[in-house]
């Protein structure tokens, strides 16, 4: 058994966005590729910012992915409790070590006062250091002010996973609060506590963590603690890359790909290679690809470009990729109204031919429609098509009337409807982009079709036959 253990610590403040599920997966990724652990933890020390139901969203979005976790949230393990709120007694604990060794104090001060030391290093053109305004002596802490780290200013070089070599100066590292005044540990504090409680070995998180990382250093040292694997990922950014990803742009809850029929699969790749290749032209890989070949190295150390067109297309090559069976499984509540009826065989012979042409499950009624019910005739479509306009409309009618003469000899499977079809180029002379296009759109009523005999073959003879009666009488 590998000893790699990684974790998401999400706080429960909303659902989970692109930028966030990233974060995860990459987690993932290093548990997965090693036999590891992934561990889900929530970080819901400030009630201020949680949002109700936010947990459950977190856990279906990371099951809605194929992201599972062996340690945690509703899993329990060997260095639980994983929700932060229940740990409170082992927060304190560990704030009273720090007391006693003298690397811990009460903060005396007010608000009001705390503010007058604020605007005076504005007037003084400094920045605001807390530790510039250390009280001499401190009152014993007794839980109702704020705990604060009494840092050792000093300068730090460290390597990022992602980010590489990075230095900071003494300014970077303040006393920050451990512990507020509401009982309730800080992130800052915390998440050192149960990441080295927890044996976390990689700690990946978003580039807005990465201006704390000296002060995280300086509690390190501070505890004594072994540190892990530091990895900074780059923030993902609207397509302009001018601004963070923000809700206009795509920022949504990821849940909601996966109602307007994206793939979770594809959603994966589409994440993993949000700032990150493989070093080759490779854009389309399954998941056990990604596990296998994704490292940290070869994340990018720029901002990511949120291009949901990129992700659609992906969509798409996801779809081409799954069995007609698993396709089929995963469509069930994108059919059209018209499919209510039809038999398990009718609707996978039509998914079969449209397999292609989905670039989200949500394509499918309207490019199945037809198959199940008559369209409505509508001939401004063949007066709009560029081929068609050049015949006349006595002319279309007597294709017609040929088309449907000779269909109906047809034994109608998708061989002898091709057959059909070629004789008919024969006998009439045209050429097959206009006598096609007539028959689709005479049967179909719709833009795009698949190939023409296979989709007549699939409509049937008599629904063929009588859709052409209909286009001609309505000619
Ligand atoms: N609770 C933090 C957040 O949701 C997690 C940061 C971390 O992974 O350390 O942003």
């Excluded at 560990?94 to 903060?107: C, E, K, M, P």
């Excluded at 303040?174 to 009982?183: M, N, R």
């Excluded at 990150?276 to 150390?301: A, C, M, P």
């Excluded at 015949?391 to 269909?407: D, G, I, K």
Aim: charged letters at 25%; aromatic letters at 10%; proline letters at 5%.
């Amino acid at each position: 058994m590998s000893s790699i253990r990684t974790r998401f610590a999400p706080s429960p403040t909303g659902f989970m966005h692109v930028g966030g599920v990233r974060t995860a997966l990459f987690a993932w990724f290093i548990a997965q590729q090693s036999s590891g652990t992934f561990i889900l933890r929530i970080e819901d020390t400030d009630k201020v910012r949680e949002v109700e139901g936010s947990i459950n969203q977190i856990e279906n979005s990371l099951r809605w992915l194929g992201i599972d976790w062996q340690e945690g949230i509703d899993k329990g393990g060997a260095f639980g409790p994983y929700l932060q709120s229940e740990r409170l007694t082992i927060y304190k604990e560990w704030a009273q070590r720090l007391i006693d060794d003298g690397r811990a104090y009460a903060d005396p001060y007010s608000k009001e006062e705390l503010e007058t030391f604020r605007e005076q290093a504005k007037a003084n053109k400094q920045p605001f250091l807390y530790r510039n305004h250390r009280p001499e002596n401190p009152p014993t802490w007794d839980g109702s002010q704020p705990l604060r780290f009494k840092s050792d200013p000093k300068s730090y070089t460290w390597t990022d996973a992602v980010m590489g070599e990075l230095s900071t100066g003494p300014e970077a590292i303040d006393d920050f609060i451990l512990i507020k005044s509401d009982g309730f540990p800080t992130y800052n504090f915390c998440h050192i506590i149960d990441d080295m409680l927890m044996n976390i070995t990689h700690v990946l998180r978003s580039q807005e963590f990465i201006s704390s990382t000296p002060k995280f250093l300086n509690l390190y040292d501070a505890l004594a603690i072994e540190r892990p694997v530091l990895g900074t990922l780059p923030f993902v950014m609207a397509i302009d890359g001018k601004k963070k990803l923000g809700k206009r742009d795509g920022a949504k809850d990821i849940l909601e790909y996966g109602q307007e029929g994206f793939l979770p699969e594809a959603m994966m790749n589409f994440l993993a290679t949000l700032g990150w290749n493989d070093g080759t032209e490779q854009e389309v890989f399954t998941t056990s690809e990604l596990i296998d070949k994704f490292s940290l190295d070869r994340v990018q150390k720029s901002p990511a470009r949120f291009d949901e067109q990129r992700l659609l297309w992906l969509n798409g090559q996801h779809i081409r990729l799954l069995s007609l069976d698993d396709l089929y499984a995963r469509v069930t509540n994108f059919w059209p109204t018209s499919a209510a009826d039809a038999s398990e065989d009718s609707k996978k012979q039509v998914l079969a031919l449209v397999q292609d042409r989905l670039k989200t499950l949500t394509d499918l009624p309207t490019i199945t429609d037809y198959f199940f019910t008559d369209p409505l005739p509508n001939w401004h479509m063949i007066d709009d098509s560029k081929q068609l306009k050049k015949l006349s409309r006595e002319e279309h009618v007597e294709l017609l009337h040929a088309a449907s003469a000779a269909l109906e000899q047809s034994e109608f499977d998708a061989d002898s409807v091709q057959q059909t079809l070629n004789g008919l180029i024969e006998t009439t002379g045209q050429k097959p982009g206009v006598l096609f296009s007539l028959i689709r759109l005479s049967v179909s009523w719709a833009p795009f079709s698949p190939a023409l005999n296979d989709t007549l073959a699939v409509i049937g003879k008599q629904a063929t036959l009588s859709r052409i009666q209909k286009a001609i009488e309505t000619a």
